[in-house]
C-alpha cells in the first residue's frame, strides 16, 4: 500500500520500468472510484497499489502512477534531457569532408551552449523536487 494518492485533477507521471530504459509520461487524474483511479487517457489505476488495472509484475515492464516529482520521475526526465545532449554532440561532431579550424571552433562552442542549456534544464528539472 502506499501512502500518497492523487485527487481529481491532479497532475500524475505514468512511471514504466523494467528490462528495458525506464520512461515516464503525464497525465491528469479524471476522476476517482471506489477502487480505482481513472486517467484522462481512459486509463485505470488501482487505488491502494497505484498500479495499472489488469496488470501482472511478470512482465518485461512494469507501469506505475508516481508524484511529478518523485525522484525516480526527475531521474528520468534528467537522463532524457542528456540523452538529447549526447544525440546534438554526435550530430554536430561528425566532420562532412575536411574542417577549417573556424569551423570546428564553432562546433565546439555550438556544443558548449548546448551543453549550457542541458545543465539549465536538468537543473530546473531537480529543482522542482519536494525533498530538496
Known amino acids: 500500500m502506499t501512502t500518497w494518492e ?3 485533477g491532479d497532475r500524475v ?7 528495458y530504459a525506464n520512461t515516464v509520461r503525464f497525465d491528469t ?4 472510484t471506489v477502487t480505482q483511479i481513472v486517467l484522462a487517457d481512459g486509463s485505470r489505476w488501482k ?6 488495472v489488469g496488470s501482472a509484475r511478470g ?10 516529482d518523485d525522484p ?3 531521474d528520468v526526465r534528467a537522463r532524457a534531457v542528456l540523452r538529447t545532449l549526447a544525440k546534438y554532440v554526435e550530430e554536430h561532431a561528425r566532420p562532412a569532408g575536411s574542417w577549417s ?7 565546439i562552442d555550438d556544443i ?21
Do not use: Q, W
Open 6 to 8: 492523487p485527487a481529481k
Open 13 to 19: 507521471a505514468v512511471y514504466c520500468h523494467g528490462s
Open 29 to 32: 487524474v479524471e476522476r476517482l
Open 47 to 52: 487505488r491502494g497499489s497505484l498500479r495499472e
Open 59 to 68: 512482465g518485461a515492464l512494469f507501469y506505475e502512477l508516481k508524484m511529478p
Open 72 to 74: 525516480l520521475v526527475l
Open 101 to 107: 579550424v573556424v569551423e570546428i571552433t564553432n562546433v
Open 112 to 132: 558548449a551552449k548546448a551543453a549550457e542549456l542541458t545543465r539549465r534544464k536538468v537543473g530546473e528539472i531537480y529543482a522542482r523536487r519536494s525533498d530538496s
